[in-house]
């Protein structure tokens, strides 16, 4: 995705920071005794754990991810749009994107939780794609006529950012009704929605 630049040399400190630390934990996982469950358990996002006070859970289920394809995926995906946004507004901003998209991702998940008759308390969300998906409702509305290219089954779709909407949202309603036990499609919705008005209220500075 590209975005008209800033002028200015900022770095992508925190798009690079959020990827690296996903790759360590992500073995640091691996590394840990009886294949990482403890560890999950700890820093997963679970209705259990939050009731049990591990309010933490809502940030660091973000840098856990299930499978290395999992894990590449969202990685190429925050590298793609994190450093854009971060070089057009600045590291301070992308990072406060990236936490409110993180707990809005979390906050959906549990409605989710709560809503869905298909879901389970029991149940652990995992994975940075609340914040990807926050990164890219804040380029639709950030950007609305900027070029970029999806990939769809390795095939590229060019688009403009205003159509990452309807795309989005088609998507995560085909997560809810079809992949309802193996998408976080809440944590994807919370996260989508916060980059939207995030997106809406950053544009206000250009």
Request: aromatic share 10%; charged share 10%; proline share 3%.
């Amino acid at each position: 995705m590209i975005l008209r630049d800033s002028g200015n040399n900022v770095s992508a400190a925190a798009t690079l920071t959020v990827v690296v630390a996903s790759f360590f934990v992500f073995l640091a996982g691996l590394a840990a005794p009886a294949g990482g469950g403890a560890f999950r358990a700890l820093f997963a996002l679970t209705a259990e754990g939050l009731r049990e006070g591990a309010l933490w859970q809502t940030v660091t289920y973000a840098f856990l991810h299930g499978s290395w394809l999992h894990l590449i995926a969202n990685a190429f995906g925050l590298l793609v749009t994190g450093i854009a946004l971060e070089r057009l507004l600045g590291t301070a901003a992308v990072l406060r994107l990236f936490l409110l998209a993180a707990l809005a991702g979390a906050l959906g998940f549990l409605l989710s939780i709560g809503l869905d008759p298909r879901l389970n308390a029991r149940m652990a969300c995992v994975g940075a794609s609340g914040i990807l998906a926050g990164c890219l409702g804040a380029a639709a509305t950030l950007a609305p006529c900027c070029r970029l290219t999806l990939w769809v089954l390795l095939l590229p779709l060019p688009v403009r950012a205003w159509q990452l909407i309807p795309l989005i949202l088609l998507l995560i309603a085909s997560e809810a009704a079809f992949w309802p036990l193996t998408t976080a499609y809440g944590a994807h919705l919370g996260g989508f929605l916060a980059g939207l008005v995030w997106g809406a209220l950053a544009g206000r500075r250009f």
